[in-house]
């Protein structure tokens, strides 16, 4: 399937690996030009080099992009497409697990900021022009946590909800679904990825199991037996960005290989 994004401009966050880099190179294949942010320089050149092999223009910020100024930095990138994306798919670290009673105001504030008002940032400053040219695809990586929470994770579980009520009103109203500019979040399950490997850290220390169980244990549990590739990820991500799917606005998709039991 042609997905008809060729020469289309694509900003993604958390880029330099994991689900981000996921999405960048599935978006890249269907020759999309990229903006690809993270912190590390070095492991988002890497990322950068990769992707520029697929032929497309590859653009890397390196930048916290839960900050204003990180943002200042994609939109002013040199080559860049200001704010005149087609495609944005917000992705930052996930919030440290742990027990709620150990978090402070700081620690909601700094988990509050990244998983929900950055992407809200976002949304803001790409949205409009998107209408104003009938195309636009915005995925947020939230988490499965949304519809599953974890309770180790409970600044993600907060955090991203909060995303999820906000996007599940601004996606359906006219000014942008009436102008083919769709808002969808997309809710990992288990991908292996960095992150994972942390996570499986804190229930190994919580639990003094070792870390082979806890992954075998964990896959056990998933009906397809086997964690998610970042690859699957991105792959669903740029399907979602495709102009096939603009009549799929406000959904949440949760990609989990069939680990959440409900029928909806
Ligand atoms: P990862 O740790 O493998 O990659 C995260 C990427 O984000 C890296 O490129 C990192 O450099 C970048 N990044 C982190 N903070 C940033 C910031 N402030 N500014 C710019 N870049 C930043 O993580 P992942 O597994 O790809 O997860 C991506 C998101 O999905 C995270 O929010 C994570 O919590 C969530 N998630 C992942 C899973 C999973 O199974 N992997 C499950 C549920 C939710």
Redesign the pocket.
Known sequence: MDLGLKGKWALV?????????GCAQSLAREGVNVVI????GE?LEAAATELRKLGTTILAVA????TEQ?REAIWTVAGGPGKNFDIVVT????PPPGDFRTWDREAWIKAVD??MLTPIELIKATVDGMADRKFGRIIN?T???VKAPIDILGL?NGARSGLTGFVAGVARTQKLAGNNVTINNLL????D????ATTHKAAAEKTGKSLADIRGVQQAQIPAGRFGT?DEFGAICAFLCSVQAGYMTGQNILPDGGLYPGTF
């Not at 966050?13 to 880099?21: E, P, Q, V, W, Y």
């Not at 930048?63 to 839960?66: E, Q």
Request: glycine share 24%; no cysteine; net charge positive.
């Open positions: 966050g958390g880029a330099s690996k994991g689900l981000g880099f942010v993270a912190r590390g492991a930048a916290d992009i839960t990180g992705n930052a670290g996930g990244a998983n990586i988490s499965s946590a993600s990992p399950g288990k991908f990825t960095d992150r994972l970042p």
